[in-house]
């Protein structure tokens, strides 16, 4: 007789309630962190993708019982329209950010993981207050989700007159968290956040009453990101797919070029032609085996244009420099933003910065900050590319030696980025991203070798002259009553020539050690 197996399906609500982990909620420490994280997010992209300078207030409390805590994140965003204020926050894979272009989100799940976490440990709804550019209304919806369904249960809903102009988002939710654990990393986001954000103004209040506010350094905006198309090497069977049922009722040729990032008619023709593909006939009639065809040769050919990064938004060299300035306060910083680069069709630009001194305590190996889309990952760094490259860098070539006072900071932008998992905590190994970051972390740590050679010199000088000036005193007492002159007249005279000639042998050390390096760089 056959096993009786009982065979159910979940709905992506459901699935993600029962697998929090994988959505970085995995304990209440963990979950406490995650939400501010995704509710930051969430207002920096609202705001700052549209050319608004982040103001954002986060407010943390402890709430009725020892360990739940309200969080509430308010920002001056685009707003929400109203009909979608409920599915944005309470169906899971419901998102503005599916499209080819940068954002710090990209899943659709962060806001409603932390209601479901919400609901799973305080039963409480969601409140979100929300408000469009010019609109005369604000909206209020308590939302919370049907997971069986993947649906918004509004629990209640109210609007009023929008007086003051307002817009922008508040989130209000209480949810089981564990502060004393969860202190340091949302303390150590916020200023990782400000470093890759200096023109945000963010203000933290936190349970036990103390006050991070984060003042914006300057109004330089990055370039806000465009949205883009897919390049024909980043897609697959399905994908072309759905763009034919969207949009392919036109020649072939004509599809490609609409269709696809880095596709010019020239290029479409001598593609298809090279492939067996009748450019003029209509992309509808084309059968499921050409179509596999079509999408596997798309994918192998290369001679399209490179996917164009001018729709990614890297922080910028005098940005990134500035935002380090602010938040380490290190003695020097070298910043470079590499040129665009593409992976599997997805453009993507590197970003590296080295802060020394300063304020940066020494350590045994560089403490490592790293971003993408401009969002700090915290966790999980044993896993991530930028650990395995800082690793494998051999920074005795640079004259740093351990325990030393290094900072090393890498920003990667994208309109996809290969994150390791849904937490968005780690960037797998992609082996194109690994070597950009390479060659970012080998340029600024020249210049950071150059400065400290300087300053080696500089330091040797310094003791030369101190060590000569010291013999200085007896040796002209000798001489001025040999020769029956002034000691101070000749005290001067040496002096002098001390200092020319320590000037003459750095100048000669300079020439010499230029040399060295260079040849060092090679190696390096
Ligand atoms: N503060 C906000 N202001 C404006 N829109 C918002 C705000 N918060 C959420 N949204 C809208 O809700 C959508 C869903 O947000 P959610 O956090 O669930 O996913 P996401 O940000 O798209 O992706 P990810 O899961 O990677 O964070 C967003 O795409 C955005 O359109």
Redesign the pocket.
């Known amino acids: 007789m056959a096993t009786d197996v009982k065979f159910e399906s979940l709905s992506p609500s459901e699935w993600f309630r029962r697998n929090k982990e994988l ?1 970085g909620f995995a304990n209440p420490s963990r979950a406490l962190y995650q939400a501010v994280r ?2 930051i ?3 920096l ?2 705001t700052e993708t549209f050319g608004i300078h982040p103001f954002i207030k986060a407010y943390i409390k402890y709430a009725e019982r020892d360990n739940w805590l309200s969080i509430y ?1 308010e ?1 001056n ?4 329209p109203k009909d ?1 204020i409920p599915n ?2 309470g169906r ?1 894979f ?5 499209k080819v272009k940068q ?12 209601i479901l976490y919400a609901q799973s440990t305080t039963n409480k709804p969601i409140t979100v207050i ?1 408000a469009q550019q010019g609109s005369d209304k604000v909206y209020r919806f308590d939302i919370m989700i049907d997971t069986l369904r993947n649906e918004p249960l509004i629990k209640y809903q109210e609007e009023w007159d929008n007086k003051y102009k307002w817009h ?2 508040a ?1 209000h939710v209480v949810m089981e968290g564990d502060w004393l654990k969860a202190k340091h990393r949302v303390e150590e986001y916020i200023k990782r956040v400000a470093m890759v954000a200096p023109y945000a103004e963010i203000h933290v209040k936190e349970p036990d009453g103390a006050v991070i506010d984060i003042e914006r350094v300057t109004l330089t905006l990055p370039i806000p990101p465009k949205e883009g198309l897919p390049h024909p090497k980043s897609v697959d069977i399905e994908a072309v797919k759905q763009l034919i049922s969207r949009n392919g009722d036109s020649p072939v040729s004509e599809f490609m070029v609409e269709n696809f990032d880095g596709v010019g008619e020239e290029t479409a023709m001598n593609f298809l032609q090279s492939i067996g593909i009748d450019p003029g006939r209509n992309i509808k009639e084309l059968n499921t085996d050409e179509i596999t065809h079509l999408v596997t040769k798309m994918r192998e050919y290369n001679e399209w244009r490179r996917p164009r990064a001018d729709w990614l938004s890297p922080v910028g060299t005098e940005l990134l420099e500035q935002g380090i300035r602010k938040t380490l306060e290190p003695e020097a910083v070298f910043a470079t933003t590499r040129k665009p680069s593409s992976y599997s069709g997805n453009p993507f630009i590197v970003e590296a910065a080295v802060a020394w001194g300063g304020k940066i305590e020494p350590s045994d190996r560089p403490i490592i900050y790293r971003f993408a889309n401009k969002v700090p990952l915290l966790y999980d760094e044993g896993n991530d590319v930028v650990r395995h490259v800082v690793d494998e860098v051999d920074w005795s070539l640079y004259k740093v030696k351990f325990p030393a006072p290094l900072v090393v900071v890498v920003h990667i932008c994208s309109t996809k980025i290969p994150y390791a998992s ?1 937490g ?1 905590e780690a960037i797998a190994d992609v082996p194109e991203i690994e070597s950009e970051v390479r060659l970012a972390i080998r340029e600024v740590a020249r210049r950071l070798r150059v400065y400290l050679s300087r300053k080696e010199k500089e330091k040797e000088a310094m003791m030369r002259y101190a060590m000569f000036t010291m013999f200085s005193r007896e040796v002209a007492s000798s001489i001025a009553s040999i020769l029956g002159i002034k000691e101070d007249q000749v005290l001067n005279k040496l002096k002098k020539v001390i200092s020319r000639k320590i000037k003459y042998l750095e100048a000669i050390e300079e020439v010499e050690g230029d040399g060295e390096q260079q040849q060092q760089q090679g190696q390096a």
């Not at 954002?103 to 932390?114: E, N, S, T």
């Open positions: 959505a995704e509710l997010e969430n207002a992209d609202a994140v920002d965003g685009i707003g929400i979608e944005v926050f899971v419901y998102s503005s950010k599916y954002h710090r989100g990209i899943f659709g799940l962060g806001a409603k993981m932390v929300s922008g988002t989130v849904a968005k």
